[in-house]
């Protein structure tokens, strides 16, 4: 069993020690600017939130209790990371129920570094009909980019860093963690 052990400011997640990289505060402040980014935006458009599993969930979770417009969400889980590296490679893991078509979309994802996982997701809802899609993501790895993608809502643009905790996850462990962390000695 891995265990999550804390001393101040640095954490050991399973065998790799972490550091804090952004606190809670700064977290649910930016979280809070993009809410309201979208409800002046969306204001009569009643905007589909779709969540990416599982990184998503707290950044989803947070940006819903603050968008105060008519708006639904849903999830999907995609997949493209193993251990500390992205695969390469996205596959849809769980569907979407909801029908797209004619509908404002807001993608929710924790993170994009690649944008391999985030281009394969919007091809997949173009391909329904929906009136627009929209990008919101709490953390961009401008560096690593691979795909000339349209981010609308981007939370914080961070290095070439591994991180952990809000969502983030290092083999399954240390989403819960309300502060993101980064790896040591990076």
Same mark, same amino acid.
């Given at each position: 069993?891995?265990?999550?052990?804390?001393?101040?400011?640095?954490?050991?997640?399973?065998?790799?020690?972490?550091?804090?990289?952004?606190?809670? /505060?700064?977290?649910?402040?930016?979280?809070?600017?993009?809410?309201?980014?979208?409800?002046?935006?969306?204001?009569? &458009? +009643?905007?589909?939130?779709?969540?990416?599993? +599982?990184? /998503? =969930?707290?950044?989803?979770?947070?940006?819903?209790?603050?968008?105060?417009?008519?708006?639904?969400?849903? =999830?999907?889980?995609?997949?493209?990371?193993?251990?500390?590296?992205?695969?390469?490679?996205? &596959?849809?893991?769980?569907?979407?129920?909801?029908?797209?078509?004619?509908?404002?979309?807001?993608?929710?994802?924790?993170?994009?570094?690649?944008?391999?996982?985030?281009?394969?997701?919007? +091809?997949?809802?173009?391909?329904?009909?929906?009136?627009?899609?929209?990008?919101?993501?709490?953390?961009?790895?401008?560096?690593?980019?691979?795909? +000339?993608?349209?981010?609308? =809502?981007?939370? =914080?643009?961070?290095?070439?860093?591994?991180?952990?905790?809000?969502?983030?996850?290092?083999?399954?462990?240390?989403?819960?963690?309300?502060?993101?962390?980064?790896?040591?000695?990076?």
């Amino acid at each position: 069993m891995h265990e999550i052990s804390r001393s101040l400011e640095s954490i050991k997640v399973r065998d790799k020690e972490f550091e804090v990289y952004l606190k809670d /505060s700064d977290i649910q402040q930016r979280v809070a600017t993009i809410a309201e980014e979208i409800n002046k935006e969306y204001k009569s &458009k +009643n905007p589909l939130f779709i969540g990416i599993l +599982n990184g /998503s =969930f707290m950044f989803a979770s947070d940006l819903m209790k603050t968008v105060n417009i008519p708006s639904e969400i849903a =999830f999907i889980r995609m997949s493209s990371y193993k251990g500390m590296s992205s695969s390469g490679a996205a &596959k849809q893991v769980l569907g979407l129920q909801e029908n797209v078509f004619g509908r404002h979309l807001i993608l929710i994802e924790d993170i994009i570094d690649t944008g391999i996982t985030m281009a394969q997701v919007i +091809n997949f809802f173009q391909e329904r009909g929906p009136k627009s899609i929209k990008v919101a993501t709490l953390l961009l790895k401008p560096e690593k980019l691979e795909k +000339n993608l349209k981010l609308d =809502f981007v939370g =914080f643009e961070i290095p070439e860093k591994f991180v952990v905790g809000y969502g983030l996850d290092y083999d399954g462990h240390g989403r819960n963690l309300k502060d993101i962390y980064q790896l040591k000695g990076e």
